[in-house]
Antibody, heavy 124, light 108 residues
Framework: EVQLVEAGGGLVQPGRSLRVSCVAS????????MHWVRQAPGKGLEWVSG????????DYADSVKGRFTMSRDNAKNSLYLQMNSLTVEDTALYYC?????????????????WGQGTMVTVSS | SYELTQPPSVSVSPGQTARITCSGD??????AFWYQQKPGQAPVLMIY???VRPSGIPERFSGSPSGTTVTLTISGVQSEDEADYYC???????????FGGGTRLTVL
C-alpha cells in the first residue's frame, strides 16, 4: 500500500523552530518529487515547498522562503521540513504529498498521494 | 504573486450538473489539477493534466481547459460529492505551485 505518514507536529512558541517529517512506503521514493502543503484551520490549501527526486531542485512559497528548509533522505524514504522563526500564521495542518514525476522540470505534475498531516500550532 | 481564482461556493440539486471554474493567466502554459477534500480528510486527486481522470474516479467527473480558465464538471451530482474542490497549477516558470481558494459544493 502506498502511504505517507507525517510526524513531528506540536505546540511551539512564536520565534521558535520545529522539524516535521514524512516517511514514505509502498513506492520507489527516489523516483519522485515530493511536496509539503499546509492548511490553516478552516482555510484552503497552501503549497509550502517542493523538491525533486534527488534534492537538486527545491522551491518555496514566498511566505516561507528564508525561514523553512525542505530536505529528503532517500536512503530512509523520508522527507523533512525544518521550520524556523515560526509565527502564528504558520499554524496549520502540514501535509506531505507525492508528485507523479521526478520533479526536475518546469512543468508541474499532479500530487497523487497525500498523508494525513501533522498539526503545527504556533502560540505563546 | 500568481493566483488561481475559483468561486467560493456552488450549489446544485442531486442529479444536476455542477460546474466549477478556475482562472489563471498561466493556465495555457501549465497543467491544471483538481482535488476533492471532505471534512477531516486529506485531499484526493480527481483530475490531472487538465482533463484526465485517475483510475477509480467516477466518470461523472470531467475537466476541460479553455484558455486561461479550466472547468471541473460533475454530471449527475450525488450527495456524496458534497465537498470542497481545489484547482491547482503553477506559474509559468514552474517554480511556484498554487492552489485556488477552493469551492464548497453543496448538494441541496
Amino acid at each position: 500500500e502506498v502511504q505517507l505518514v507525517e510526524a513531528g507536529g506540536g505546540l511551539v512558541q512564536p520565534g521558535r523552530s520545529l522539524r516535521v517529517s514524512c516517511v514514505a512506503s509502498g513506492f520507489t521514493f527516489d523516483d519522485y518529487g515530493m511536496h509539503w502543503v499546509r492548511q490553516a484551520p478552516g482555510k484552503g490549501l497552501e503549497w509550502v515547498s517542493g523538491m525533486s527526486w534527488n534534492g537538486g531542485k527545491v522551491d518555496y512559497a514566498d511566505s516561507v522562503k528564508g525561514r523553512f528548509t525542505m530536505s529528503r533522505d532517500n536512503a530512509k524514504n523520508s522527507l523533512y521540513l525544518q521550520m524556523n522563526s515560526l509565527t502564528v500564521e504558520d499554524t496549520a495542518l502540514y501535509y506531505c504529498a507525492k508528485g507523479t514525476d521526478p520533479g526536475e522540470t518546469t512543468i508541474l505534475y499532479a500530487f497523487d498521494v497525500w498523508g494525513q498531516g501533522t498539526m503545527v500550532t504556533v502560540s505563546s | 504573486s500568481y493566483e488561481l481564482t475559483q468561486p467560493p461556493s456552488v450549489s446544485v440539486s442531486p442529479g444536476q450538473t455542477a460546474r466549477i471554474t478556475c482562472s489563471g493567466d498561466a493556465l495555457p502554459k501549465q497543467y491544471a489539477f483538481w482535488y476533492q477534500q471532505k471534512p477531516g480528510q486529506a485531499p484526493v486527486l480527481m483530475i490531472y493534466e487538465d482533463s484526465v481522470r485517475p483510475s477509480g474516479i467516477p466518470e461523472r467527473f470531467s475537466g476541460s481547459p479553455s484558455g486561461t480558465t479550466v472547468t471541473l464538471t460533475i454530471s449527475g451530482v450525488q450527495s456524496e460529492d458534497e465537498a470542497d474542490y481545489y484547482c491547482q497549477s503553477a506559474d509559468s516558470s514552474g517554480s511556484h505551485v498554487v492552489f485556488g481558494g477552493g469551492t464548497r459544493l453543496t448538494v441541496l
